[in-house]
């Protein structure tokens, strides 16, 4: 009796704390009856395979330590970019994250992180890696918070669920290291679980002095979509109207062009894109840029 009562009560705990990420609660708003399950974070080392740089001294990729950083890797009068990956994705030779690093080391000059979650992020149960992101999210804080390089030279990039952790590091970085995040990248958000929710759960304009959502996928989740159609970001790009993208027959492709766009950028000046209110581009006025553009991705204008 007292073995199944001690079970019970941790299979209903609502707190869990790990050493330098702080603690985690799947009460309300992380929670939300009928749409957000009850999932309390995992730890790092169950959910985060590794972080890497790369720059003008570290053409080669190399290991870095969230926990204890070396800021030699680091050169530290350079921006520093972090990118992350969404649900069932890893960072690998076909990754969108190797090329971007390819072009970020070949055309812009940075610091360029590469963070691996696939631990967490190959988990079958979607609702586990929506809240693990709250874990990477806080090792990226940790990791950044070390560095000597100005805060508003930091700029994280997530797509999919990985838009919520670089949401998350913005936040933890801001709440625990008295420290604002430059820019916030979301490439096409996830949806699921999150778009309902309140701001402190999914991305927000609020996050990080800068916020850009591309949104590549964005539409009803009962129906099916798989990126957020809300307008969260300080800069909101909706390219070919945000929903379906050209080339594509299947929501899990048109999800996947976010990425693509922004890594695209980063060699390029980006596309003008008319700023323009989601409701104002369904009525047909945004065909121009008398009311003002903006460049999508890398070279944003704002930042």
Do not use: W
């Given at each position: 009796m007292k073995i199944a009562s001690l079970l019970f009560a941790f299979s209903n705990a609502a707190n869990v704390c790990y050493?330098?990420?702080?603690?985690?609660?799947?009460?309300?708003?992380?929670?939300?009856?009928?749409?957000?399950?009850?999932?309390?974070?995992?730890?790092?080392?169950?959910?985060?395979?590794?972080?890497?740089?790369?720059?003008?001294?570290?053409?080669?990729?190399?290991?870095v330590n969230w926990q204890s950083v070396n800021e030699g890797l680091f050169e530290t009068n350079k921006k520093v970019v972090v990118m992350t990956h969404g649900w069932t994705d890893e960072y690998d030779d076909k990754s969108f994250m190797t090329k971007a690093r390819d072009n970020f080391l070949n055309h812009q000059s940075v610091n360029f992180i590469s963070v691996d979650w696939s631990k967490g992020?190959?988990?079958?149960?979607?609702?586990?890696?929506?809240?693990?992101?709250?874990?990477?999210?806080?090792?990226?804080?940790?990791?950044?918070?070390?560095?000597?390089?100005?805060?508003?030279?930091?700029?994280?990039?997530?797509?999919s669920l990985g838009g919520h952790v670089c949401s998350y590091a913005a936040k933890y970085l801001k709440s625990e290291f008295r420290k604002t995040m430059g820019q916030v990248v979301g490439m096409d958000p996830a949806g699921p679980t999150f778009e309902?929710?309140?701001?402190?759960?999914?991305?927000?304009?609020?996050?990080?002095?800068?916020?850009?959502?591309?949104?590549?996928?964005?539409?009803?989740?009962?129906?099916?979509?798989?990126?957020?159609?809300?307008?969260?970001?300080?800069?909101?790009?909706?390219?070919?109207?945000?929903?379906?993208?050209?080339?594509?027959?299947?929501?899990?492709?048109?999800?996947?062009?976010?990425?693509?766009?922004?890594?695209?950028?980063?060699?390029?000046?980006?596309?003008?894109?008319?700023?323009?209110?989601?409701?104002?581009?369904?009525?047909?006025?945004?065909t121009n840029c008398l009311s003002g553009c903006n460049r999508m991705g890398w070279n944003v204008k704002g930042f």
């Open positions: 050493n330098n990420v702080g603690c985690f609660t799947d009460d309300p708003p992380f929670s939300v009856n009928g749409y957000r399950p009850r999932r309390l974070p995992q730890s790092p080392n169950d959910v985060l395979t590794g972080m890497f740089i790369t720059n003008s001294k570290n053409r080669v990729e190399r290991a992020s190959q988990n079958l149960d979607y609702f586990q890696s929506a809240a693990d992101t709250q874990t990477v999210g806080r090792t990226i804080a940790k990791m950044l918070s070390q560095l000597s390089i100005r805060s508003s030279d930091f700029t994280c990039v997530g797509h309902r929710t309140t701001a402190e759960v999914r991305i927000d304009h609020t996050d990080a002095t800068f916020v850009q959502i591309i949104h590549s996928n964005g539409g009803d989740e009962d129906a099916g979509f798989l990126g957020m159609n809300a307008a969260f970001g300080h800069a909101d790009f909706y390219p070919n109207g945000g929903v379906r993208q050209p080339g594509c027959n299947n929501f899990v492709c048109d999800h996947g062009e976010a990425p693509k766009m922004y890594v695209d950028s980063i060699t390029h000046n980006g596309c003008n894109i008319p700023v323009c209110s989601k409701s104002n581009y369904d009525a047909g006025r945004c």
